[in-house]
């Protein structure tokens, strides 16, 4: 929002030819602005309180051509769905569909908290579904909402609090409180509710840069929101030994698994996300007959869903996480994988565009098909006090199995931490309890260096 001092006015004018025949002209920064009305004391008595505004030393916004205490005012009039709606307008085409995808669920969670107490919504489901479909998916506003959505965000806009009452404590507790609750009443995982909190905080922040707020309403305000298990749990882990089992019981899965033997190998012994292996191309790997290879990962594949992305494609191609658009990250491998791998390429080939891992009709890697796999493989080769500990539950947990071992053995945490592609704090957070193994490993090892010194010094005491 841009305000200015630079204000000038014109006299009043007189047009007989329109229906509202008396114009207010002025001047912000050298933008024109105008009101008209239908009889000349209306407009005189409009350009005497601009201009009283203008002598007071009020700032003007250039975008309204309104002084700072009407833009103010009008600003606190507007509803929080209207905000919501001006936000998405506002970020939707400098954002990839999958983070559209995200903020719309966030603000389709809030936004029916921030109601009339009195008329709290009776049909949540209906209501959520309208707002994450179509009130916050801005590619969806090329047709109107179908007739059951058109009533409840109807309803919605007769009953959405205005933005001068969130900045009441007790408002902004009671939302908060909903992004903690699926819509059936349910906790939500605190994950989530952590990252809907974030998207709706960016929201207030935004509307503060705009003028709705002279300070985010949610700084401040006392609420616990709930305990996220950052760390990794070591029982969820799996040692060497059984990764090299769960692999093995891949490979000799019937249908796509021997495809997807070396997809899972990336995320182990490359410590590889889902989304990078997925995208990984032939270009990118250098794998010699012998020793170590190199992959030198470029980016990322997500799935967005085609209701969210411009082009309608289902999967968005993303730089590396948290990286510049064209960054790059090179991950030595193990022989090991650098063997699987080649035998990969040389029983399936690569699609057209270089990709390694693909589904039967050369698309890519779908991510229920590979979690259906993993499961399969799990139920096939893990004992059931292994299921009971949720070993490996997901496949994702193969990348902190692979971390977890660079860790175990010995590996300098700085280069653990570059070659997974996170920083050093988000490591030392999520592996803490692996950092203390490797540490007491450290230890072990000082420790009897420090004793075959002091052997030296006796020896040499002896002599």
């Known amino acids: 929002m841009a305000m200015s001092y630079r204000v000038r006015f014109w006299d009043t004018r007189e047009r007989p030819d329109r229906r ?10 050298g933008r024109e602005k105008s009101e008209s009305f239908l009889t000349k004391g209306l407009a005189e008595s409009r350009r005497s309180q601009l201009v009283t505004a203008a002598r007071n030393g009020e700032p003007f916004d250039t975008r309204t051509g309104l002084p700072a205490s009407e833009l103010r005012a009008l600003k606190q009039r507007t509803t929080w769905y209207d905000l919501a709606r001006e936000y998405i307008e506002q970020r939707w085409d400098r954002t990839p569909g999958n983070t559209r995808r995200t903020l719309a669920d966030a603000l389709a969670t809030i936004t029916p908290a921030f109601v009339e107490p009195e008329h709290m919504s009776r049909a949540p489901r209906e209501l959520r579904r309208a707002l994450y479909s179509w009130a916050f998916n801005k590619k969806a506003w090329r047709e109107d909402p179908p007739g059951e ?3 409840a965000l109807d309803w919605l806009q007769r009953h959405s609090l205005s933005v001068s009452e969130l900045t009441e404590p007790d408002v902004l507790r009671r939302g908060l409180d909903a992004l903690c609750r699926k819509v059936d009443g349910a906790t939500a995982a605190a994950t989530t509710a952590k990252r809907k909190k974030a998207a709706v905080n960016e929201v207030f922040g935004v509307a503060v840069e705009r003028g709705y707020f002279t300070q985010n309403p949610m700084s401040g305000l006392r609420w616990s929101a709930p305990e996220v298990a950052d760390e990794v749990d070591p029982d969820c882990v799996p ?19 021997p495809h997807l033997y070396a997809f899972f190998g ?4 490359a410590a590889m996300r889902p ?3 997925i995208h990984l191309q032939k270009s990118q790997c250098r794998l010699p007959a012998t020793g170590w290879g190199l992959l030198n990962l470029k ?4 799935t967005a869903g085609k209701e969210w992305t411009n082009n309608g494609a289902v999967h968005e191609v993303h730089s590396l996480k948290r990286r510049a658009a064209k960054a790059t990250r090179p991950v030595p491998i193990p022989p090991v994988l650098v ?3 080649r035998e990969h390429i040389e029983s399936f080939g690569v699609a057209p565009d270089g990709r390694l891992f693909r589904n039967g009709a050369g698309n890519y890697v779908d991510t229920s098909a590979y979690n259906i796999t993993w499961g399969r493989a799990r139920e096939a080769t893990l004992t059931l006090d292994e299921l009971a500990l949720e070993l490996a539950k997901r496949p994702y947990d193969l990348r902190h199995a692979g971390i977890s071992f660079w860790l175990a053995s010995g590996v300098d945490p700085a280069e653990c931490a570059r070659r997974a592609g996170q920083s050093i704090q988000v490591l030392f957070r999520y592996y803490a309890k692996f950092l203390a193994e490797a540490r007491n490993h450290a230890n072990s090892l000082i420790e009897e260096s420090m004793r075959r010194w002091e052997g030296q010094d006796r020896s040499a005491e002896d002599t």
Do not use: H, I, S
């Open 20 to 29: 509202k025949g008396f114009e207010v002209r002025w001047t912000v920064d």
């Open 149 to 151: 959505w058109q009533v």
């Open 239 to 257: 040692n060497p030994a059984q990764v090299g089992r769960l692999l093995a019981a891949v490979r000799v899965l019937p249908g796509r698994g």
């Open 266 to 269: 990336c995320m182990y012994y």
């Open 275 to 277: 989304a990078e292996a």
């Open 299 to 302: 980016g990322g594949v997500v």
């Open 339 to 341: 063997r699987m791998l």
